[in-house]
């Protein structure tokens, strides 16, 4: 699914482009912790946007961080605390073990992302980062409003989840699977029918979606989430999916989108985040990245070198852009 990754050193070089004193900080105070102790890291599941007026570019929402490992502490455990998806997080930092990454070493935790090109209204998901995002189904453009973010799971190669508008259908506590005859036949013990349970796929809640037999729903695997896992349903963590199924209506619009290249601009600061293509449906990436960037008219803003850059690497973070920064 992915390419070949640049080393731990070329990521530095990257994240070293990032302006992150654009971010809204904290006031913090240095504690001292020993090498082998996990910082807390925030779950940003939540953030306020200023709905962009077009053609103005969408804007870049959460902050980064960063942990050192702790002990027996894998990326796939940083990612859930996190809330990001497990490849989100392995894109950010190459060349580090999932599995045994050192004790003491310190990852950069993406949780800052420009936001995808959209209605800017219900649900947006976007197919390449894994994510999806939660507006207000009535949002203006130029009104502040607030914002939920949750990392997902997505369909396989062999089963890509579908992309364009729907609506919500149903919404569904402990929901019981027939499984359709395309699953049937790949079960190692196959069932037709499996009831709720933790030996049930879809977790504690499903959201039919007017789109065929596609859902959105939890899971009894956590560790498949950021990974392509499913066959075409969009799937959150336990604990997130709970607090979306509250949340949604029936009949809510949504869209689910396909843009692994997203220009943002935060305080005349010009941002690119760059995921992989992740069903290969683009010839070129570096080729679509100057497109959109012809088409939101960046081409005297933007620095090409660092582009082409961000494009190779792929870390799937905002990088600054822009020409002379």
Not at 225 to 232: F, W
Request: glycine letters at 8%; proline letters at 8%; a positive charge.
């Amino acid at each position: 699914m992915s390419g070949c990754r640049s080393q731990w050193s070329a990521a530095l070089a990257l994240v070293g482009l990032l302006v992150l004193g654009s971010c809204a900080r904290r006031p913090s105070t240095q504690v001292a912790v020993s090498a082998t102790t996990p910082v807390p890291l925030e779950k940003i599941t939540r953030v306020e946007v200023q709905v962009p007026r077009r053609p103005a570019l969408p804007t870049v929402v959460g902050r980064m961080q960063r942990h050192r490992v702790g002990e027996k502490e894998t990326l796939l455990d940083i990612a859930r605390d996190a809330g990001l998806g497990f490849q989100e997080l392995k894109d950010a930092n190459p060349g580090v073990d999932e599995w045994i990454p050192p004790a003491g070493h310190e990852v950069l935790v993406p949780t800052r992302w420009i936001l995808p090109t959209s209605h800017y209204k219900g649900l947006v998901v976007n197919i390449p980062e894994m994510r999806l995002y939660m507006f207000p189904q009535q949002s203006k453009p130029g009104a502040t409003v607030e914002v939920r973010t949750w990392a997902v799971g997505i369909g396989t190669d062999e089963a890509p989840s579908p992309l364009g508008s729907f609506s919500i259908v149903s919404k569904e506590r402990n929901p019981t699977w027939f499984v359709p005859d395309s699953i049937y036949r790949t079960m190692d013990v196959p069932r037709r029918v499996v009831p709720p349970g933790p030996d049930n796929p879809m977790g504690a809640y499903r959201i039919r979606l007017s789109k065929g037999a596609y859902a959105i729903h939890g899971t009894n695997n956590a560790w498949s989430i950021g990974r392509q896992t499913t066959h075409g349903c969009i799937r959150l963590y336990p604990e997130d999916i709970g607090e979306l199924y509250q949340r949604l209506r029936p009949n809510m619009k949504g869209e689910i989108l396909y843009q692994p290249v997203k220009f943002g601009e935060q305080d005349g600061t010009v941002y690119v985040e760059v995921h992989e293509d992740v069903y290969g449906r683009i010839k070129n990436l570096e080729h679509e990245a100057m497109r959109q960037m012809r088409l939101a008219k960046l081409g005297s803003r933007v620095d090409l070198g660092r582009l082409r850059e961000a494009v190779r690497l792929r870390s799937g973070v905002p990088v600054d852009v822009t020409r002379g920064a």
